[in-house]
């Protein structure tokens, strides 16, 4: 007679599997590495203050 097997403890195994290899290809598709997301965040700074100089205070613009 064959050694008895839990199904359960193959079906757990399979799933995991297959939530690593989803998360692997998540990383790889939407993963930024630190030096990628401080110069996002400087090139948002820098157009921030930009804009910043450019605007008029308190005078309205009247069509």
């Given amino acids: 007679m064959g050694d008895v097997v839990n199904l359960n403890r193959f079906r757990k195994m399979r799933e995991r599997e297959e939530?690593?290899?989803?998360?692997?290809?998540?990383?790889?598709?939407f993963g930024r590495t630190k030096t990628e997301k401080q110069r996002d965040r400087q090139e948002r700074e820098r157009r921030t203050t930009d804009l910043d100089g450019k605007k008029v205070d308190g005078k309205e613009v009247e069509d």
Avoid: G
Wanted: hydrophobic share 25%.
């Fill in 19 to 29: 939530r690593e290899k989803v998360a692997e290809e998540n990383r790889v598709r």
